[in-house]
């Protein structure tokens, strides 16, 4: 019986079908013979160019034409292309066993090339580099999926538009009210804020949020250390103001966590980065970090906050502008959180003029106009004195991908800054809101406006 190698290069020169289904997923390094290798990159060479199967004549040809083949390889090759007879095998056994030779293929170079990494004899990566090398191996598969056929797959798609997304809700009303429920997977979602307005204690809120619905989140800072996210959860967690936690006898400590850990199956990790020194690289390295370690998924990821991250693409300094900086950094989270199937939750501050005004836009985001173009959700975290003499703090949306952002455009939340904690407001603290449905409200006839040429005569 024909080895595997041997099987697909059969294929690839006879069966147009397999040929067109596997080719995008071979590479010429899977081949261990050399060999096979020149006849492969033949094959394929001819595939690509001519949108044909080569003949067996046409690879001898092209074959003899190469300058790395010697005299006494070039017998070798050729005899293997005459070998090279049809075979009949059944269809799909034949994918599939491409395909776990592909993988199996992989994971053995996977391997290899760590051991070579971890042996110092790399120069271009290091041992961080192996855990992501590795996940690409065994994430090696036959995608089939090559498009929506809009009028074939029609039942799909009705299917889809009655299944209920999976989303990590808010404990907060009107958030999920705005969000048609909460936060979607691959998606990226920005709170715009002054400094001390409240960036920080949102994140933190909605984290601790999300781990009381079993949820697994990753809190990933650069503006505090691990230890100060970490008291600012424990305030909202343990129900204790931020100031008196130190102060707990370390018994009392200990059981309000124990009872904690009781109430929920999920994780919460914090890592810290130095600031403006991690980009969406050293995120995506730390997920299969966790994920090799500690078995950790998480479900949600924080990260605060994004203008403090660095771009993987772009050096920080050099001749990029801060609009092209912060657009890229935001597209990389959200590549990210799709990669990962994640919402991922950031933050962004006001520009000085938005700072400490009583109604925030678009405009007034810092360095970029291109983060909230990225953003599938972003709203601002307004505080003025009123408000905070009330313990509120008002939320305007700016963009919303999950539905009507005029609807509920302005609510209130409640605050309490000593326990890092947010909560739901009375509903008549939302009806003294202006701006509840709509950008302006008229309550007669009179009030309204006039048009442009109304009570003019015209000659």
Known sequence: MDKVEILILKNLLNNEEYARKVLPF???????????????????????????????EILCIEIENRKDVTDTSF????????????????????????????????????LMESIHIADGNDEKQNRDAIPSILSDALGVSFDNHVGHDYLQDYEERFESYNRKEDKIPFDLEYFDKITKGGLPNKTLNIALAGTGVGKSLFMCHVASACLLQNKNVL?????????????????????????????????MFEDKVTKLAQKTQGQLIIKEYPTASAHSGHFRALLNELALKKSFRPDIIFIDYLNICASSRYRQGGSINSYSYIKSIAEELRGLACEASVPIVSATQTTRSGY????????????????????????????????????????????????????????????????????????????????????????????????????????
């Open 75 to 110: 017998k070798d090759i050729i005899s293997l292309v005459q070998s090279l007879e049809d075979s009949s095998s059944e269809f799909e056994w034949l994918i599939n066993t491409t395909e776990k030779w592909c993988r199996d293929r992989a994971i053995y170079l996977a």
């Open 26 to 56: 071979l590479k010429r390094e899977y081949f261990e013979e050399s060999s096979e290798q020149i006849v492969f990159e033949e094959i394929s060479k001819f595939i690509n160019e001519y949108n044909k199967l080569a003949s067996k």
């Open 219 to 251: 809190y990933i800072t650069m503006e505090m250390a691990e230890e100060k996210i970490a008291e600012r959860i424990d305030a909202n967690l343990l129900n204790v103001p931020i100031q008196e936690i130190s102060n707990l006898p370390k018994v």
């Open 356 to 459: 400490g005004s009583s109604d925030v836009d678009l405009t007034d985001t810092s360095e970029s106009f291109g983060l909230p173009a990225t953003a599938d959700l972003m709203f601002a975290l307004i505080s003025t004195e009123e408000l905070e003499q009330l313990g509120q703090i008002m939320v305007k949306q700016l963009k919303n991908r999950y539905n009507d952002g005029n609807v509920n455009k302005r609510f209130v939340v409640g605050i309490d800054r000593a326990k890092m904690r947010l909560y739901d407001c009375e509903q008549s603290a939302q009806n003294d809101i202006l701006d509840s449905g709509q950008d302006e409200e008229y309550n007669n006839e009179e009030a309204k406006p006039k048009k442009s040429f109304e009570g003019f005569k015209f000659s």
